[in-house]
């Protein structure tokens, strides 16, 4: 079966930078899209980012545009997501999923998710 597992969150001060990391078994990696989501305490999961199976198309929250880049790499299994600038409100539990269907965007749906990684921003 599919399994998703995060690493590299932690807590960093506002400003400073961290890289997740979502290790992906159970599936030819390659073929899926893959997204990012997060959640914050008393808060819905949002959608936070994307990139399709081929990383040719990504896709980001207005929230995380220009301080966040996600990115893959196939040989490894992994999706990372690079967060710059980090503020307090990017405090939250991150998730990383992938899509159900082949070649597809990382828009969903989805099928699988990990166990998430908290990142803390203090201010």
């Known amino acids: 079966h599919v399994q998703l597992v995060e690493s590299g969150g932690g807590l960093v001060q506002a400003g400073g930078s961290l890289r997740l990391s979502c290790v992906v078994s159970g599936r030819t990696f390659s073929r899926y899209g893959m997204g990012w989501f997060r959640q914050a305490p008393g808060k819905d999961r949002e959608f936070v980012s994307r990139i399709n199976w081929s990383s040719g198309s990504t896709r980001y929250a207005d929230s995380v545009k220009g301080r966040f880049t996600i990115s893959r790499d196939n040989a490894k299994n992994t999706v990372y997501l690079q967060m710059n600038s980090l503020k307090s409100e990017d405090t939250a539990v991150y998730y990383c999923?992938?899509?159900?269907?082949?070649w597809g965007s990382g828009d969903g749906p989805y099928d699988a998710w990990g166990q998430g990684t908290q990142v803390t921003v203090s201010s």
């Open positions: 999923a992938t899509d159900r269907n082949l």
